[in-house]
């Protein structure tokens, strides 16, 4: 730990820190929608470091809120390149830390970052998970407010692990439900999944809200996930996460209509 907290410390002024971007499917026409940003780091000591061995160190230091930083506007300058590229209509996700939502400069941090990377509002989501959420849920009610009004889409991640209840899901302004892949990953084996699935769904667009659904690795989750009327997904079936060169040769492909859909 005190080895990683020091070589942490100085990871974005080395510039250690990479995106990759998970592609995201929209499942009646197959047509890729858009993607997830993820952070990876490299160091040339340690290697590779997984997000779950060094994210909540960051947290904890209050690095988080520089890393995050970057994240987000690294991230908003990609889709804007795509879009100088001609690839328009990209939704970019970026999952924000907890710890960077409690700060009451978040909102118009976002909308500092979105001007000067020139992006509209509409091609930027904020995903943020149950716990973020219900960690002050009046604060966060009026930080989503905020955005909203901006024009961001805000989608709440890993759905069905938390809090999860049409209480706190109704009184949020999200545009968009994600399913968290422990769900997914059994929905063709279990009948429990797919029945808290199916129902996640139909709450969702009862709400009027979009449904992605995370993890999707076969073809069978693709046809189970279609037939209850999933909107999006997401997983290795679809997509790996690539990094930006990768990803701009995915959106090339993209524009061949000989290429399936998802």
Not at 56 to 62: N, R, T
């Amino acid at each position: 730990r005190q080895l990683l907290d020091g070589h942490l410390a100085h990871a974005l002024e080395k510039d250690e820190f990479t995106l990759h971007y998970q592609p995201q499917f929209n499942l009646d026409t197959g047509k890729l929608v858009g993607m997830e940003a993820l952070l990876r780091w490299s160091n040339p000591v340690l290697g590779p470091i997984a997000p779950d061995r060094f994210i909540y160190l960051a947290e904890e230091s209050g690095l988080i809120l520089k890393i995050g930083e970057w994240v987000l506007r690294t991230a908003c300058s990609q889709v804007r390149l795509w879009q100088e590229q001609g690839f328009t209509g990209l939704r970019m996700a970026v999952n924000v830390s907890g710890v960077q939502f409690r700060d009451v400069h978040f909102a118009q941090n976002v909308a500092r970052i979105l001007d000067e990377c020139g992006l509209e509002p509409s091609c930027l989501e904020i995903e943020l998970t149950e716990s973020c959420i219900m960690d002050n849920p009046d604060r966060v009610r009026r930080i989503l407010l905020q955005l909203k009004e901006m024009g961001v889409h805000l989608a709440v991640d890993d759905f069905g692990t938390g809090y999860s209840s049409l209480s706190y899901l109704k009184g949020f302004p999200f545009n968009r439900v994600k399913i968290d892949r422990a769900f997914v990953r059994d929905v063709d084996t279990d009948p429990d999944d797919a029945v808290i699935t199916q129902t996640i769904i139909a709450m969702a667009h009862t709400l009027g809200m979009e449904v992605l659904a995370e993890g999707a690795e076969t073809e069978a989750h693709i046809r189970l996930l279609r037939e209850y009327g999933c909107d999006e997904v997401q997983g290795f079936h679809c997509g790996r996460p690539l990094p930006d060169a990768a990803f701009t040769e995915l959106l090339r492909q993209q524009l061949d209509p000989s290429i399936s859909p998802v």
